[in-house]
């Protein structure tokens, strides 16, 4: 999806419900994404810090054992901390897969 966040709550209605979502519905799936995006962000830079704290401690314990730190021909990086598995976007798509108006036919 392309656009602004208003084209983009626009176009996932038209995918998912077959119809224009009403202004306030627009509104209230921008300010769901902008919440998304800031927990996304900050799960995100939480992975990090915690991905260089385990590379420091790594460091720190191979030269405890007097072992120099393993550069590229060691062992491969652990993966740093998983960010959430949906972007904030995907997040609200299901939101709108998980409605009533998807679920049932009135």
Do not use: C, H
Request: avoid cysteine; charged fraction near 25%.
């Amino acid at each position: 999806l392309e656009g602004s966040p208003e084209q983009r709550v626009r176009s996932l209605y038209r995918l998912t419900l077959a119809r224009d979502p009403a202004p306030e519905e627009v509104e209230f799936g921008v300010k769901f994404v902008a919440g998304q995006q800031s927990a996304y962000a900050q799960a995100k830079q939480a992975a990090e810090a915690q991905a260089a704290a385990r590379k420091a401690e790594q460091a720190k314990a191979a030269a405890k054992k007097g072992k120099p730190s393993q550069g590229k021909q060691g062992k491969q990086a652990q993966p740093s901390a998983p960010l959430p598995p949906l972007t904030p976007w995907a997040i609200y798509a299901q939101v709108l897969l998980l409605t009533n108006e998807f679920m049932f036919v009135d």
